[in-house]
């Protein structure tokens, strides 16, 4: 590694940092963590009555879906505005730091945050969930071996890939747009596409005569419904012998909207040309 390599990573290592604590000082963030922690931990203790790891999954699919992206949103869609409107984003764009660098070390230290309250969610509802339900459902006990605490692993981490995935985006949001209502009219028109939006679409698509080998491409247009089908195909369908053929469209889908939106930020930030 050259030295100028060496002196880029410092760099976006340095606006991460100060990402980090930026955002670990937002009260409005830290709370809506909170919520989330409690309402994830409350959907287990009120379906404790199912064991296995695979049905805890299923019963917190639904609220993953609707709570994480909020998390997200609300975590990252300030993240170049605040810079921008106090001015810290002028003074910036005249150290002698890229626009790539700016974006990624601002978008690891934010990231840094949201995994962080993800998994410690994640594993505190695992471990409660196998406290209050240790036994298996009839369905797992057919196939013992399909059950177990690794899917619920797999469950996790195809969580925090969303999350990531849906920060990227008002990350993006935030680098394109030039002021908070701006922002905010953004992220609450993504949040009703990605929630309610596609699913809708997908069902439209469907009674109108749409051929079902086109649903997988559909599910992959947005990062909730890429996210539910990787559920359904490597956790869920684990047990149920569920055919997996659309796990790919999904993976395709998050990493295109994570990779997609970097770019869309990196682009958008700034002119390197002003």
Known sequence: MTLTERAGRYRALAVAARELRSVARTWSVIALGAVVFASVVGVVVAGSGAGGFVPLALDLLF???????????AAGYRTVL???????????????????????????????FVASVLVATLVVAGIVGATLAPGRTDVIAANEA??????????SVLVVGFGLTTLA?????????????????????????FLV???????????????????????????????RGLVLDLVVGAVSGRDAGSALGGLVGLVGWF????????????????
């Open 63 to 73: 609220a993953v879906e609707v709570l994480v992206p909020l998390f997200a949103f």
């Open 82 to 112: 605040d810079d921008r409107a106090s001015g810290e984003l002028e003074a910036i764009r005249t150290y002698p730091l890229a626009r790539a660098e700016y974006v990624l070390g601002a978008y690891l230290g934010r990231a840094l």
């Open 146 to 155: 399909a059950d177990s605490a690794w899917l619920f692993v797999r469950f």
């Open 169 to 193: 985006v008002a990350v993006a949001v935030s680098a394109a747009a030039r002021s908070v209502r701006q922002a905010l009219a953004v992220v609450v028109a993504l949040a009703v596409a």
């Open 197 to 227: 939006g596609v699913d809708a679409g997908v069902v439209a698509g469907l009674a109108s005569g749409l051929s079902p080998d086109a649903t997988p491409i559909l599910i992959a247009l947005s990062p909730a419904s890429a996210f």
């Open 259 to 274: 990779g997609g939106s970097l770019v869309v930020a990196v682009l958008t930030v700034w002119d390197e040309r002003g």
